[in-house]
């Protein structure tokens, strides 16, 4: 599930988490433009989705969540795009509608909640 990183692009580990989880959701970190890109690849569950709510909350600002290696997104991930934006974060959702968990985003209703971008490039400008 590890995929190329860009440059700058730092790995996000959690030893409070087990190897098992950081196998199942890759995440980096890299500023694009003064703005943070959390990228997640892998899938997004019930182990994995207090990794992925942790390593948003330590983002300042608007945080760009590039959600396009993202095999499976399970309602505990959809839970944590609706908690940051409770919180009245800037949250942008890259996901392209070709992406598996674009699905899952548009038959839970959470599409029109979030800010939707195709590309990483287009959420950062906005």
């Known amino acids: 599930m590890t995929q190329p990183r860009a440059e700058g692009a730092s790995p996000v580990s959690d030893e409070r988490c087990g190897p098992l989880t950081e196998r199942l959701l890759d995440l980096t970190v890299e500023r694009r433009?003064?703005?943070?890109?959390?990228?997640?690849?892998?899938?997004?569950?019930?182990?994995?989705?207090?990794?992925?709510?942790?390593?948003?909350?330590?983002?300042?600002?608007?945080?760009?969540?590039?959600?396009?290696?993202?095999?499976?997104?399970?309602?505990?991930?959809?839970?944590?795009?609706?908690?940051?934006?409770?919180?009245?974060?800037?949250?942008r959702v890259v996901l392209p509608r070709s992406c598996l968990a674009h699905r899952v985003l548009e038959l839970t209703g959470v599409e029109e909640a979030v800010a939707r971008y195709d590309t990483v490039a287009d959420a950062v400008g906005s």
């Open 33 to 91: 433009r003064g703005t943070p890109v959390v990228s997640a690849a892998g899938e997004i569950d019930l182990s994995t989705a207090p990794r992925l709510a942790r390593v948003l909350g330590e983002q300042a600002g608007p945080v760009v969540l590039d959600l396009t290696g993202v095999e499976f997104l399970s309602a505990a991930g959809v839970q944590v795009l609706l908690d940051v934006r409770g919180r009245g974060r800037d949250l």
